[in-house]
């Protein structure tokens, strides 16, 4: 039954490049030019991952110094425009001007 509708059938029902039974794309040489130079990079990136520049030992805590440094930096940076401490001496001292304690 299916055979028969695709074969009878004149077009393509609906859009022609989008939808379940859409018209399939010619492939042209750059298509295929294209292809192959992705699949070559791939290739190569593959080849260089393949090889690690360290060794797991070597590689174990290799920036723990330098990521140290980078946190101090940020941390300071953050503390840098934070206000000066205030005691409760200083938000009180206008009521004590005054008062003493002996009478």
Request: hydrophobic share 30%; glycine share 2%; aromatic share 12%.
């Given at each position: 039954?299916?055979?028969?509708l695709?074969?009878l059938?004149?077009?393509?029902p609906?859009k022609?490049?989008i939808?379940?039974?859409?018209r399939?794309?010619?492939?042209t040489?750059q298509?295929?030019?294209?292809?192959?130079?992705?699949?070559e990079?791939?290739?190569?990136n593959e080849?260089w991952?393949s090889?690690?520049?360290?060794?797991?030992?070597?590689e174990?805590c290799h920036?723990a110094?330098?990521?140290a440094?980078n946190?101090?930096?940020?941390?300071?940076?953050?503390f840098?425009n934070?206000p000066e401490h205030?005691?409760?001496?200083?938000?009180?001292s206008?009521l004590k001007?005054t008062k003493?304690?002996?009478?």
């Amino acid at each position: 039954c299916f055979l028969t509708l695709t074969l009878l059938r004149k077009g393509i029902p609906g859009k022609q490049w989008i939808g379940k039974y859409r018209r399939p794309r010619q492939i042209t040489w750059q298509m295929t030019r294209n292809t192959l130079k992705h699949l070559e990079r791939e290739a190569e990136n593959e080849y260089w991952i393949s090889r690690p520049y360290m060794t797991p030992e070597q590689e174990y805590c290799h920036a723990a110094e330098r990521r140290a440094q980078n946190w101090l930096k940020i941390k300071e940076a953050k503390f840098a425009n934070f206000p000066e401490h205030k005691h409760i001496t200083d938000h009180l001292s206008h009521l004590k001007i005054t008062k003493t304690w002996s009478s």
